[in-house]
C-alpha cells in the first residue's frame, strides 16, 4: 500500500537554529497536507500544497511540493520555543483518505 | 461551535471487555473519521464516513466497528479490546473530506487495555 515517509523522526535544535523535514511518498500524491500537534494535544492543519512545485510560506514557515508530487518539506526559519511539537505531512490516497507520515518530532533548546 | 468532541479522555479496559468511543462534531461536516496514534507511527485510519449511513474501513479496521446515523455523531465501537488496541484515537471532521478540506481533530481518547 501507499506509505508516506518523514525524516527525521527527532530533531533537537538551539532557539535561533533553523529546522527542516521532508515528506516523501511511495506513489504520486494529489495534495499533501501538513499539520503540527503539541505535546500532549491534537494534530492541527497548517497549510495544505496542490500543485506541482508548489511553494507556501507562513511567516517563518516554507513549504514546498515537489515538482513529481511525492515529495514535500516543511523549513522553519529562527526556531523559537513555541515550535515544539510533532509536524506531520499527509497524502491524500484516493478520493477519501489520508495518509499520515511517520511525523517528526522536533525540540527547541532555549 | 464546540467544534469535535471525545468522550471518555482516558480509559482503561480490561483485555475482552467491549467499549464505544464518542465523537460529535457540531460543524455539520460530512466527512468523519478515527484515527489511533502510536509511538513512532504517526496517525493511521480506522474508518470514515463521507455522510450519514455511508461508512469504509481505513488503513487498520480489524477489531473496530462504525456507524453514522446522523451527521453530527460517529462513534468507534471496539468489540473485545486486545492489549494491541492500547492507543490514542482521534476522531476528525472535514466539510466533504475529499482534497482540499482541511480536517479538524478532537482532543483525543487514551485507551489502555490491559
Redesign the interface.
Known amino acids: 500500500?501507499q506509505q508516506?515517509m518523514?525524516i527525521p523522526?527527532y530533531q533537537h535544535v538551539q532557539e535561533g537554529e533553523d529546522f527542516t523535514t521532508y515528506c516523501n511518498s511511495s506513489t504520486t500524491l494529489?495534495?499533501i497536507?501538513w499539520?503540527k500537534q503539541r505535546p500532549g494535544?491534537?494534530?492541527?492543519?497548517l497549510i495544505?500544497l496542490?500543485k506541482s512545485g508548489e511553494v507556501k510560506k507562513q511567516k517563518r514557515l516554507t513549504f514546498q511540493f515537489g515538482e513529481a508530487k511525492k515529495n514535500s518539506s516543511l523549513h522553519i526559519t529562527a526556531t523559537q520555543t513555541t515550535d515544539v511539537g510533532t509536524y506531520?505531512c499527509?497524502g491524500?490516497s484516493g478520493?477519501?483518505?489520508?495518509?499520515?507520515?511517520?511525523?517528526t518530532r522536533l525540540k527547541v533548546l532555549a | 461551535n464546540a467544534g469535535v468532541t471525545q468522550t471518555p479522555k482516558f480509559q482503561v479496559l480490561k483485555t475482552g471487555q467491549s467499549m464505544t468511543l464518542q465523537c460529535a462534531q457540531d460543524m455539520n461536516h460530512e466527512?468523519m473519521?478515527w484515527?489511533r496514534q502510536d509511538p513512532?507511527?504517526?496517525?493511521?485510519?480506522i474508518h470514515?464516513s463521507?455522510g450519514a449511513g455511508i461508512t469504509?474501513q481505513?488503513?487498520v479496521p480489524n477489531g473496530y466497528n462504525v456507524s453514522r446515523s446522523t451527521t453530527e455523531d460517529f462513534p468507534l465501537r471496539l468489540l473485545s479490546a486486545a492489549p494491541s488496541q492500547t492507543s490514542v484515537y482521534?476522531c476528525?471532521s472535514s466539510p466533504r473530506?475529499?482534497?482540499?478540506d482541511?480536517?479538524?481533530?478532537?482532543?483525543?481518547t487514551r485507551l489502555t487495555v490491559l
Open positions: 500500500g508516506v518523514q523522526q494529489s495534495n497536507q499539520y494535544g491534537h494534530p492541527v492543519f495544505q496542490v506531520f499527509a491524500l478520493t477519501y483518505k489520508y495518509i499520515f507520515g511517520t511525523g | 466527512y473519521s484515527y513512532g507511527m504517526g496517525l493511521r485510519l470514515y463521507v469504509d481505513g488503513e482521534f476528525a473530506g475529499r482534497g482540499g482541511t480536517q479538524y481533530f478532537g482532543p483525543g
